[in-house]
Nanobody
Framework: QVQLVQFGGGLVQAGGSLRLSCAAS????????MAWFRQAPGKEREFVAA??????????YYADSAKGRITISRDNAKNTVYLQINNLKPEDTAVYYC?????????????????WGQGTQVTVSS
């Protein structure tokens, strides 16, 4: 049984930083594309970042809105993926979801992911 369990989140002031974690079990973690999506109130879920391990290096991919402030990383030994968000802005307020998908699937689309975490609320106060 595959499980993705998320940690982190909460209420943070604008300008602060936050790191979300997502621990996976029940799958061969290194073979999966891991990603983070977020869903703001009244909006659709959107892609934030994804990361793939090709056996040698990690390749990371970011939404344009995430470039420069957000870093995705993974630790294959710990079956965990992280999302570091710096200089938080009120528009970063959303429920954040981690996801695991097939290596060759479309990493931007939600349909490219087979497993999802439970979601964690991030609220940025101005």
């Amino acid at each position: 049984q595959v499980q993705l369990v998320q940690f982190g989140g909460g209420l943070v002031q604008a300008g602060g930083s936050l790191r979300l974690s997502c621990a996976a079990s029940g799958l061969t973690f290194s073979r999966y594309t891991m990603a983070w999506f977020r869903q703001a109130p009244g909006k659709e879920r959107e892609f934030v970042a994804a990361i793939r391990w090709n056996g040698v290096v990690n390749n990371a991919y970011y939404a344009d809105s995430a470039k420069g402030r957000i870093t995705i990383s993974r630790d294959n030994a710990k079956n965990t993926v992280y999302l570091q968000i710096n200089n938080l802005k009120p528009e970063d307020t959303a429920v954040y979801y981690c996801a695991a998908g097939g290596y060759y699937k479309d990493y931007v689309s939600q349909h490219g992911y087979d497993y999802w975490g439970q979601g964690t609320q991030v609220t940025v106060s101005s």
